[in-house]
DNA sequence: CGTTCTTTTGATGATGCTCAACTGGGGTGG
DNA sequence: CCACCCCAGTTGAGCATCATCAAAAGAACG
């Protein structure tokens, strides 16, 4: 709950704008320029006013704040979490590089959620008003777009199944894989990672306690599904755990 | 559990275009073609090929479906569902008119989950593909369609929020009072409604058991904050029930 | 090397689930 | 018209899962 505000004099620098391009990044297979031509992909990047960095524990923006960019994540990783009225928070999911942000903001013009970087990150800042500019002449962008809020739409609901029908050690197991494909597809081992988020995060994210994940892991430690140390986690026998996530395996 | 799959004779009919226009629906203020001038409305109307009846218990589409149609609730209620592999149900949400069906489609082109009709409905057809067409000269439609996938995946945050940290109790105090306020922006009473759905629906939705949402009604009826008489609800004291939601109040 | 924060582990307890029996309304058929 | 059935819902008793509380151990950091 600790978070730290210091930023202090990086600020300027961190907004200054990098010369990097979509076409050049590694992320443009899954980020927001997928499918575009060479050209298609230029107008692109002459909207994105600029790279930004944000430095670990600070916030990319918070609740309330008036919406004006998308961002999509060049490097690092985010969480987001909401607030109710009571104080609680909820983190409503673990973002990482080739992702969008602040996509729930555009029905209200006002962000509904924190975005926290859990690491030192870089992000693309995508004016959204410029984006819109481009859409009328660029439909495999728009199309994209579209999969792109679908798609978190559908990893919502995946939540919702999560958290409503799902046992701790099914909804943690469901997480490490998870984050194994997402890894994957990015071209990072799928079975040897660092977790960038605390034990309280994840717990939070999964409804359980700390201490529950805490247990958990010691309990996958234990059968030989996974090696802990710290924060670098490995899967030992990955099917084991799909069959835990998907619920036709119990470790009773 | 008990679907019905008797439409029979219907079919052809209930699928027959009815003259219905945008432009006479009571829903144009909030579905889709919200803040398009006339001529617009007429244009969107042209590409909306018939609107389709589906009766209670039947599905609109399933699981696996190609996609190739969003649909606007007209009339009714329907809730989706998600299956995970093991075979039980998530709810993942109630919809009524002037709701948006299908937007989890879009991103893979199959739907993601069934779409059920709690009672007879009535709904818009509407072909992705040629509403894509109408994006490029229809920045105000695209804006609201925009708004709508932003609004789902806000929603959706909520229903997290909602189980992952909230009791019984406050569940279902949030769902009461949600309903309420979906129905007073259509113009219905925010007081007195009946649930379209089944207690093991609501349940399922909120991640409880039709038990347990059975003593809460008596619970919340005994306190004086409703009136329940089978499926017919009358919110009592709305103010209580919010503050419950909220989790500023308790029901010790 | 001490301080602080995070994580682990243990003991206890409450919330909500499971299982079971019962109630009541709505439809059907004799 | 009534008896019956069937299904949705209600209510109760016992129990499991996971939360809570507490304390100690281990990592991180100056």
Not at 62 to 87: E, M
Not at 199 to 207: A, K, V
């Amino acid at each position: 709950m600790n978070i730290a505000i210091a930023q202090a004099p990086s600020t300027t620098s961190s907004r200054a704008a990098m010369s990097t391009r979509c076409s050049a990044c590694s992320m443009h297979q899954i980020c927001l320029p997928t499918g575009l031509k060479e050209d298609d992909m230029d107008k692109l990047d002459q909207i994105i006013g600029r790279r930004r960095k944000v430095a670990r524990d600070t916030h990319l923006y918070r609740v309330g704040d008036p919406f004006t960019n998308l961002y999509a994540i060049r490097l690092g990783h985010f969480k987001t979490h909401q607030v109710n009225p009571s104080g609680d928070q909820q983190v409503t999911g673990f973002q990482m590089a080739g992702e969008l942000l602040g996509m729930d903001a555009i029905s209200t013009d006002r962000h509904h959620c924190d975005a926290i970087a859990l690491e030192d990150s870089e992000v693309c800042e995508i004016p959204f008003s410029r984006l819109e500019s481009l859409f009328g002449d660029m439909p495999v962008l728009l199309r994209h777009f579209h999969r792109m809020m679908s798609q978190e739409i559908t990893r919502e609901q995946s939540v919702m199944l999560l958290l409503g029908n799902m046992r701790a050690e099914q909804r943690f197991a469901a997480f490490l894989t998870n984050l194994s494909s997402r890894y994957s597809v990015r071209g990072y081992s799928s079975t040897d990672f660092q977790l960038r988020m605390t034990r309280e995060e994840i717990g939070n994210y999964l409804g359980l306690t700390i201490e529950s994940i805490s247990r958990l892991l010691s309990k996958f430690k234990k059968r030989g599904w996974i090696k802990v140390s710290n924060r670098q986690v490995e899967l030992v026998d990955p099917a084991t755990l799909k069959e835990v996530a998907a619920g036709t395996k119990t470790c009773a």
